[in-house]
T-cell receptor
Framework: DGGITQSPKYLFRKEGQNVTLSCEQN?????MYWYRQDPGQGLRLIYY???????QKGDIAEGYSVSREKKESFPLTVTSAQKNPTAFYLC????????????FGSGTRLTVV | GQNIDQPTEMTATEGAIVQINCTYQ??????LFWYQQHAGEAPTFLSY????GLEEKGRFSSFLSRSKGYSYLLLKELQMKDSASYLC???????????FGKGTRLSVIA
């Protein structure tokens, strides 16, 4: 079955450490996205990519980095420069013209202590 | 930019009908999506409106009026499992990413 997988589901890190969140899809989608969700804030776009080896900043890219070396994979690194990293992170994928919407992963809840 | 407004919370009774509104300001867009999200889970696709009018899909319907900058999601025969957040999202022009509203948390009570 095709889908999009995020791992891990829960992640705890100490302040000052970088952490990488995994996102893999086997839907043959060209576009992939990372959103952050905080209570009462809805989904805010961090980065997105529409082709391998290329990606664009979203509205809240500061303190984050991504790579797109393969079509199937779009990992997100939360760096120590991100001031408030504790959040629910959602990865999504779609065709370039997403008339059927995005397919979301199940999310990673990151807690920085 | 795009600005999307939704009520923060709503409560409705099991078996009833509820309408969740979404208003937006944008210079242009391809279409409007509605997603359902249960607490701690991923959003799931409900509907996509491109043209003005009502799109019906089982117990859920979605309406769009481009001239009024307005959409709504209509849920009929409410069930307890419909308790969730409902997200309105705009797909802007070109291949820009979806922009999401903050969501409406719906509580269905007996």
């Amino acid at each position: 079955d095709g889908g999009i997988t995020q791992s891990p589901k829960y992640l705890f890190r100490k302040e000052g450490q970088n952490v990488t969140l995994s996102c893999e899809q086997n839907l043959n989608h060209d576009a992939m996205y990372w959103y952050r969700q905080d209570p009462g804030q809805g989904l805010r776009l961090i980065y997105y990519s529409q082709i391998v080896n290329d990606f664009q900043k979203g509205d809240i890219a500061e303190g984050y980095s991504v790579s797109r070396e393969k079509k199937e994979s779009f990992p997100l690194t939360v760096t120590s420069a991100q001031k408030n990293p504790t959040a629910f992170y959602l990865c999504a994928s779609s065709t370039l013209t997403p008339t059927e919407g995005y397919t979301f992963g199940s999310g990673t809840r990151l807690t920085v202590v | 930019g795009q600005n999307i407004d939704q009520p923060t919370e709503m409560t409705a009774t099991e078996g009833a009908i509820v309408q969740i509104n979404c208003t937006y300001q944008t210079s242009g867009f391809n279409g409007l999506f509605w997603y359902q999200q249960h607490a701690g889970e991923a959003p799931t696709f409900l509907s996509y409106n491109v043209l003005d009018g009502l799109e019906e899909k089982g117990r859920f319907s979605s309406f769009l009026s481009r001239s009024k900058g307005y959409s709504y999601l209509l849920l009929k025969e409410l069930q307890m499992k419909d308790s969730a957040s409902y997200l309105c999202a705009l797909w802007g022009t070109g291949n820009t990413p979806l922009v999401f509203g903050k969501g409406t948390r719906l509580s269905v009570i007996a």
